[in-house]
């Protein structure tokens, strides 16, 4: 805790950055009520970032339109981006859109700055007593002489022994509320570190895969040096003592008698009068299986990582590597040099990733094009006194009317079909009124297509002899929706 | 055992024909269709008698999740045996797309020794970024972009970037993922000829005297 050290932490520790920024309230509590109070792991882009948007708007309320005025995504891409590191941003398989989840620095800070928040009272008794089991399990685990093993055995059954007597003679004694109120707010201030510790773990798996890369990636010795480094490094991950200490935590968890217990005892404590006085979060009833979850998370991860890092570990792989980057290291170096003028045409070819194959029946027919031979083309003078109001009583689709049909029958009925608003109102210009309600459909309703269901529409028009004449359309199912 | 035993063969048949067809056509990804990504495991050896016969080669990388179907080597100078015609044409590149190929490449591998994610991400500006040390300097700066977006299409259309769909409501920049596939067509061979190549266009420049 050197004047040295704080001062390089305080520069570029993320957590002590977030204390320090000029925003650290909105990142704080934004962060806080988005990830650490429900206990989520990981927010799509789109959805973080509305929560943000809606955040920033309370705020702009009541500050002014000057307290925050960048859009909600360059806030996240900011938080996100190396020199803050506040949320780490990646991309899962599966899905297109970016993921964001805490960085444990962040979650630190926010533990840190909850702890400022007063506490009713500080339970001291159950962390003694934490501690001394601790030391306890610690004598007991490591003693390999069987005789004091026993005599310890002996002790604690001549204790149970004696507590036996006791209450068979009437004599029960019950903690006081005090002491339960002490032991139920240690248990919910461990939970909640469970929770966060989580986040740490697969931070550190991370951090040790990235290690390992880093020094395979700088390895400048033999190739049997190197193989060899890579056996010893293969299972580097689920050895490590973070490696160990989760597996085991995961197993005790995993076995469902534990998960019983879980359960019956969280339910017993939480009905105690003395604990539903300090007015529980209910959501610790179930807090082990956001344990769960989060395990399972960190669980998945620490499989990706070993399955990528034996991936990249593998020899062949990693020395096409190296070649790769020493080919890649001339090719620049002479892209550079030919900067001003480069190649022009093909200079390399690649496979096609993929063979099209097809079939000479099932190419399209040769159709000979149009050519329109113009042969008189002589120009005449036009005579003066024309109607030119022709050119204007085209056909002119109201396409408001239209919209107006559609919205009065979607006040009676959620829904709609093309065919049915039809039939109440029937077309007046036929085709290019249809056309209008298609783009419509798209354009300013919200509308579904019904493929697999053909509607025929009529309508009336004039014939070109002038005689009215039935004009049909089969259109796939078009439902205007509410 | 007097019980009569019939082979399964005949119940994946119609997985081999959807699995050969599928591989016809495009690249196969673990992602996209587990149970047909175990079938394909399982046929390995079927599929791949079958395609020798098209003079195909089945490259599957279980690590990495894809599999598709190569033109097999061609028969040496002195090989007697007979030239086939090739069933999978190869694409012409012009050398921008070529170098950008090259620079994806390199990202990718840099990405893979420093990260434990598994899906390499870049945005547009970040390829043009890559990109911009090796184009001549002009004062054009758009046209220049205008240039890039074209070669990172013809990219997408080869089937090494994926355009990622942008998030709704949101006006960021499109972003492109680096398909893994890369590593497999753009691999030590081909860079090296393509450092091969730029050799000797340097030296028929020097030789013909051009100077800038």
Known sequence: ??????????????????????????????????????????????????????ELFALRQRNG?????RPALHYLNDWAAADKGWLRKYYRPGTDEAQFDLTPATEKAIAWLTQLAERQFVGTESRLLTLFHLLEQMRDGTETDPEKRIDELRKKRQAIDAEIARVA????????????????????????????????????????????????????????ALLEEIIGERDTIAESDQGKSFRAFWDFLLSSRRQEELSQLLDHALNLGAVQELEPDMRLRRIHYDWMEAGEHTQRTVAQLSQQLRRF??????????????????IESKAIALRQEPPDGTVTTVADITSDIELAMERPMFTPAIKPTITDAVLQSGEMNVDASVLFTQVVVDRARLTRHIRNALQERTQISLRELITTQPLEHGLAELVAYLQLSNEIFRSVTDESVTDTITWQACGDDGHPVTRRADVPRILFLR | MDE?????????????????????KRVQYREDDEPLWSALLRLQARIRDYVAVLNLELILDEAEGYAFLKSRAEPGEDDPSPRLPRLIARRPLTYAVSLLLALLRKKLAEFDAGGSDTRLVLSRDDIVELVRVFLPDGPNEARLIDQMEATINKVVDLGFLHRLKPSTGTSAPTNYEVRRILKAFVDAQWLAEFDARLSNYQNQLANSGVRT
């Open chain 1, 1 to 54: 805790m050197d004047y040295a050290t704080l001062d390089a932490l305080r520069a570029h520790h993320p957590a002590w950055r977030l204390l320090r920024s000029d925003h650290a309230a909105l990142v704080a509590s934004f962060l806080h009520r988005v990830f650490v109070a429900p206990n989520v792991r990981a927010v799509a882009e789109t959805d973080l970032a509305e929560a943000l948007e809606d």
């Open chain 1, 65 to 69: 339109d000057e307290a925050f005025p």
């Open chain 1, 169 to 224: 003679d009437g004599d029960i004694p019950v903690l006081d509320d005090t002491s339960l109120k002490d032991r139920f707010l240690q248990f919910t201030q461990g939970a909640r570190e469970l929770l966060a510790d989580f986040r740490e773990v697969e931070h550190n798996f991370r951090q040790l895969d990235r290690r390992v890369r880093e020094r395979i990636a700088l390895w400048e010795g033999s190739k049997g």
């Open chain 1, 313 to 330: 570990l593998d020899d062949q792989v990693w020395l096409e590597n190296r070649r790769i980057m020493d080919i890649l290291h001339g």
């Open chain 2, 4 to 24: 009569s035993f019939t082979p399964p063969a005949t119940s994946s048949a119609p997985d081999l024909s959807v699995l050969l067809i599928g591989l016809l």
